[in-house]
C-alpha cells in the first residue's frame, strides 16, 4: 500500500483544469470557499486540445449564461479572441448565436493568471489516483506521489483523460490529448467504487503550416466589423481581427479516403467507443454522405504569435501519410505542410444518469461531476457544468440548498437535465432544437434571465447588479412609454418613415407598438417617430424591440412554462419504491428506480416512461401522501 503524507485540507478540491475545472473552483472559490485546483499540467489550463473556438449555436448561449451567472469563459474569450462573428443573424432572435476563435495559447495562459490572482483559490501539479471514501462520503483525494488532501467537497472534471488512449492508423497508445499524460489509475478507482462507465471517442483534425497554404485560391471568412462579446461586463473591444478561409473537399480527396478505409481505425475495428453524431470524422462523411460531391473545409489560425492552422470539418484517424495526400487535394493546399497529423481519442465516461440534478453524485456523497466525464462534448458544455458543479460544491458545504437551473430558465438547465435524466449513449452535444422554451432562452437576454441568480449566490458583485438593475428598469420604462403612445395619418413624419421603412402608409390612428411589430420596422424607426425623453442604450434598445416585436409568441411559451411549473412543483418523495406501484411498465420501475426523479416532470422525460406510467405515479402518490398526512395528525 502506498504511502501518504498529509498535504492540507479545504472546502473544496477541484480535479482537472479544463474549462468545467477551472469554472468549478474559480466560482467555490469566489463564493468564499477554500479551493485546491489539481491538474496534470499546469501548462495545459484551460488547454483546448481541439478547435480553439467558442461559441455557436446553443453553445453561445451557454456561454452567455456562464457570465450572467458570474463565471469566466466569456470573459476569457473576449480578452483572447482572434475573430468574432454572430451566426443565424438572417433568422430571428431565438437562433442568433455568437461564435469567437480564440487565440489558443492566450486564452490557456489568461485563464491560468486569472486563476492564480483569485482570493481562497491554490493551483498544484499533482495526478489525482484515488478518492478518500468514508461511510459513502467523499472527504478528500490521494495523489500519485502520496499527498493526502482533505476536503468537504471533491469535484471531478477530469475531460477525455480516463484511460486515454489516442489512435492513429494502427499506431495507438495510452495518452491524454496532445500526447499529454493520461489518468489510468483514477479511472479503475471509480470502477472499483461501483460507477457505470462507459467508452466514448472524439477526435481532431491536422493542424498545417500558414505559410504553405495558397489563400487565394480560398474563400476568405472574415469577423464582424462591429464590436462584439460574449461578457455583459466588457467595454472594450477586440478589432484587429484574423480571418479563416474556406474550401472543399473534392472526388479526389474522396477517392483518397475510400481508397483507404481499410488503414481506417473506425473501419478497422481498432476504434471501439462512441463517437460525436454531430461532429463526424471526414472518413465517416465520405461514407454517409457518398452522394455529396465535396464537404466544407475551414482554415482557422490557432493564435496570433504562431503559424499552425486548424482544418476543421477535417476530423481524422486515417494514418499519418494518408492525411497529408489528403490535405493537398484539395484547392489551395496543393503544397501543404503538416505540423501535427490528427487523431482519435478513446476516454472513459461515466453513465451521467448516476447523478441528481446538482451534479452530485447519487453514489457518493460531497462528489461533484461535470464536463466531458459526464458524457458531453465541447468545452461549453463543459464549462457550464462546471460552473454549476462548483456552485453546488461551495453551497453544500456552506449548509445551503442546490441552485438547479430549469429548462425554461437556460440552455444549462436543458444540458444537465437531459443528462441526468435520459443520459446519453454518444458524446452529448448542445443543440437549440434540445430546449422547449428556446424562444425565451435567447442569446441576448441571458442577463434578463440569471444575473439574479448569480448576485444571489455571490458571484455578481454589487457594482455589477447595479449596473444591470438600471438597465432592467430603462427596458420597462421604454416599453411602457412606447405602449402608450399613439400615433396618426396626418402625421406627416410618421408617414416618411414608413415610405423609407417600406410598409404601408396609416390610414388610422394606431398604437405605436403595433407599428414596432410590424417586419419591416425597427426600433430606430420607433425613435424618429417618437424620440424618447433620454438616450436609450443600444443593448436596451434591442430588448425593447424584441419584447415588443414578439410579445405575443413570448406570452405564449411563458403560458407553457406556467402548465409546465405545476407538474414541475409535484414533488416526489426521496423514499418512493417503484416496484410497489402496480400498473406502472417494468421499464418505467426500473428506469424511476435508477434515476430516482426529483419530481413529475423530471419523470416525464425519463426515456421508456410513458403518459401512461405517469398518470399511474400520480394516483399513486395522492394516496401515498393521504397515508402521511393522516399519520402525521
Known sequence: MKSTYDAGSFDVIVIGAGHAGC???????????STLLLTINLDAVAYMPCNPSVGGPAKGHVVREIDALGGEMGRNTDKTHIQMRMLNTGKGPAVHALRAQADKHAYSQTMKQTIEHTPNLIMRQAMVEELIVNNGICEGVITQTGARYQ????VLTTGTYLRGKIILGDLQYESGPNNMRPSVRLAHHLMELGFEMVRFKTGTPPRVHKSTVDFSQMEIQPGDPVPRAFSYETTQFIMDQ??????????????????????APMYSGIIEGTGPRYCPSIEDKVVRFSDKPRHQVFLEPEGRETEEMYVQGLSTSLPEDVQLSMLRTMSGMGQVEMMRPGYAIEYDAIVPTQLWPSLETKRIEGLFTAGQINGTSGYEEAAGQGLMAGINAARKVQGKPAVILGREQAYIGVLIDDLVTKGTNEPYRLLTSR???RLLLRHDNADLRLTDIGYEIGLISEERYARFARKREMIQQEKE??????????????QEVLREAGTPELTEVIELAQLLRR???????????????????EEVAEQVEIQIKYDGYIRKSLQQVEKMRKVEEKQIPEDIDYNEISGMSKEAREKMNQIRPLNIGQASRISGVNPADISVLMIYLEHYNRVVASKAE
Do not use: F
Open 481 to 494: 412609454r412606447i405602449l402608450n403612445i399613439r400615433v396618426r395619418p396626418d402625421n406627416p413624419l410618421v
Open 435 to 437: 430546449a422547449e422554451y
Open 242 to 263: 484574423l480571418p479563416c478561409w474556406l474550401t472543399y473537399t473534392n472526388e479526389q480527396t474522396h477517392e483518397m479516403i475510400n481508397s483507404n478505409l481499410h488503414r
Open 151 to 154: 476536503a468537504k467537497a471533491v
Open 23 to 33: 469554472e468549478s473552483a474559480l466560482a467555490a472559490a469566489r463564493m468564499g470557499c
Open 519 to 537: 417586419p419591416e420596422m425597427t426600433y430606430q424607426h420607433i425613435q424618429r417617430i417618437s424620440p424618447p425623453p433620454t438616450e436609450i442604450p
